[in-house]
Nanobody, 118 residues
């Protein structure tokens, strides 16, 4: 597992943008697929976006066209650019890592709060 730390959350208004960052420790960062999850009050944690070692990306339908996930392997960093934020995006956002041989994410950050006011 790698140690992950998110940052960049905050309180913004509808339509604003935020960029979340995830710093990863470890010497084999490039061997992990990375993802961003979120959990809103009363809801289960859901996958928002992921990026594979190949840089192939996945987005949940609810954020497609608004969010962009990217990675910088040289810096051990993963980012989530969030544009046109909506109140429905309010949640704790978690960075996660999945070892390339695994089918599930097995390393998690502590989470960062994103609140979008209407």
């Amino acid at each position: 597992q790698v140690q992950l730390a998110e940052s960049g959350g905050g309180l913004v208004q509808t339509g604003a943008s935020l960029r979340l960052s995830c710093a990863a420790s470890g010497r084999t960062f490039s061997n992990y697929a990375m993802g961003w999850f979120r959990q809103a009050p009363g809801k289960e944690r859901e996958l928002v976006a992921s990026i594979a070692r190949s840089s192939s990306t996945y987005y949940a339908d609810s954020v497609k066209g608004r969010f962009t996930i990217s990675r910088d392997n040289a810096k051990n960093m993963v980012y989530l650019q969030m544009n046109s934020l909506e109140p429905e995006d309010t949640a704790v956002y978690y960075c996660a890592a999945r070892w390339w041989t695994s089918t599930s994410f097995n390393s998690w950050g502590q989470g960062t709060q994103v609140t979008v006011s209407s």
